[in-house]
């Protein structure tokens, strides 16, 4: 089975899937302290470096939709090919990482 969506997904049709009712699942994939420092409302952090061993609590996500992000895009996009070897077929990467979503969607959310 192949997914329905492109691996990439923009900031803006992100805000858009927040306010509607699909539900998804927003994947941080960024440090702790990058976290600590900005975040979007709503996201589940697991850091990329252990993303391995906490597999099973993408479990319960795994036949929905999962919104990988992180600062840029570069991580997020090795943990969304990851994420769709293994199965996951319904993961995007949001391009720009949460430095775009501050730019674009939510100047609440600090830039660093």
Request: net charge negative; glycine share 8%.
């Amino acid at each position: 089975m192949s997914s329905d969506y492109p691996i990439e997904i923009d900031v803006q049709s992100v805000k858009q899937l927040q306010d509607s009712d699909e539900s998804f699942l927003l994947l941080d994939v960024r440090q702790p302290e990058e976290y600590a420092t900005a975040k979007i409302d709503g996201s589940m952090l697991i850091p990329m470096g252990e993303l391995g061993q906490r597999l099973d609590e993408l479990e319960p996500h795994k036949d929905g939709r999962i919104v990988v992000h992180c600062h840029h895009g570069g991580r997020s996009m090795q943990v969304t090919e990851a994420l769709r070897s293994r199965g996951y077929d319904n993961v995007q990467n949001m391009a720009g990482g949460i430095d775009a979503w501050s730019l674009q969607i939510d100047a609440g959310v600090p830039r660093y």
